[in-house]
């Protein structure tokens, strides 16, 4: 059985994150609520364990936190920074680099 990939959005406010999450969603894929702050973004990825992570805004400490925690997850962010796996040069292009990425696999339970 398969697994939707879970995609998470991290932006510095509600409205630039509900920007995010619009540009971010795919029939491929699930959406987490997403957070607006490192602390809350940290607790999110802990409880949803998300394969990937679209994070845009001043959030470099966050990626360096999460790609050195967790070395297989996807960092989509909109700059560079340390730990990132590509870098979206605009909302639009989120989603096709989001495509980019394997299904999970393994049993559900």
Known sequence: MCR?????????????????????????????PGATDLRSALDQIDVERPHALVVFGPFEQLVALVSERFPGLRIVTDRDAPGASAVARSADEVRDLLTELPRPGGPVG
Do not use: H
């Open 4 to 32: 939707a990939t879970k995609v998470m959005c991290v932006a510095p406010d509600d409205a630039a994150l509900a920007a995010l999450k619009r540009a971010s969603v795919g029939a491929a894929w699930e959406l987490t």
